[in-house]
């Protein structure tokens, strides 16, 4: 290994311990190490080594050159901004005010239909039974993919899930749904994993770990290639269906904020601008904004 690389590596470490003392979670250290190392890659040099002006070159580069989503970009200057103040100590002005604008988009939301077609495309069981999962009780790809056993609370038809920022939660789990969680157990009968990863051609060897997300993802947007539906959408959507579907049903915007593991009601908020009854509930009342009958 080169004298580069080995100086890259203990960089590299470093940033990794400095992350694991704050609880950073292994899925943000590794978004953020990879923002650092792309870095380091764009220049060919180690990033301890760079200038604040060529860190200001290179996020400019991100914005303007490449045009990166807004998501992305924030994942690269959040991880760089990390590295240079908290692991290297380099209190960068650019650092503070390179943060990309906040655009506030509403996100796409399928119909029950439309998420019940697409699911019965799926046609591996593992990515139907936790796609089906992750959609009824509204969480996130990893959330879903990374359910263990002992989360299931059959006895009170409930899932405590390990969210976010290391926030539990717990969200209630529909008769069917544990019905169809129980089916698909005993076709593996994991000790540790409601949706485990099988190594080898899947001829029930022994579980490694947890199903990968990327392949749930990848066996969705064949669903939904097959299906037929002409929407955008993606894993994540599922959980926007779900929370606009609970609405629509009725359930107080404020449990829906518990069960989705929102930390602030203005981000559950959003869902009130999807959901279709709601507006078509609120018809009749404009219209007769422009009656002069009382």
């Known amino acids: 290994m080169s004298k580069i690389r080995r100086r890259r590596s203990a960089l590299q470490e470093r940033m990794r311990e400095d992350m694991d003392l704050r609880g950073y979670s292994e899925s943000t250290i590794e978004s953020y190490v990879g923002a650092v190392r792309r870095l380091a890659e764009h220049y060919g040099r180690s990033p301890d080594l760079l200038s604040e002006e060529e860190v200001r070159s290179y996020l400019l580069y991100l914005a303007v050159g490449k045009k990166v989503s807004r998501s992305f970009h924030t994942i690269e ?30 996100p796409g939301v399928l119909s029950r239909d439309e998420v019940w077609t697409i699911l019965d495309c799926v046609r591996i069981d593992i990515y139907r039974v936790c796609l089906s999962t992750i959609y009824v009780c509204g969480l996130r790809l990893m959330e879903g993919a990374t359910l263990q056993v002992d989360q299931i609370d059959g006895k009170r038809n409930l899932v405590l899930v390990h969210g976010k920022g290391g926030k539990d939660r717990y969200v209630p789990l529909p008769d069917e749904a544990l019905t169809m969680l129980r089916e698909f157990w005993r076709s593996h009968r994991s000790e540790q994993w409601l949706f485990p990863s099988r ?33 955008r959408a993606h894993v994540h959507t599922l959980r926007h269906s779900y929370a606009t579907h609970l609405l629509e049903e009725g359930v107080n915007l404020r449990l829906i904020q518990l069960y ?9 908020q959003i869902y009130t601008h999807l959901t279709r009854k709601l507006r078509d509930a609120a018809k009749d009342p404009v219209n007769r904004l422009m009656s002069r009958d009382e």
Do not use: C, M
């Not at 989705?260 to 559950?268: A, D, P, V």
């Open 199 to 231: 190594n080898g051609s899947g001829k029930g060897k022994a579980a490694e770990g947890s199903v990968r997300p990327r392949g749930v993802q990848r066996a969705f947007q064949a669903a939904l290639k097959d299906s037929g539906v002409r929407k």
């Open 77 to 106: 200057l959040s991880g760089i901004k990390f590295f240079y103040q908290e692991t290297l100590g380099r209190e960068w002005q650019i650092l503070e005010v390179a943060r990309p604008r906040y655009e506030q988009k509403l």
């Open 260 to 268: 989705l593991g929102h930390s602030s009601l203005k981000t559950t």
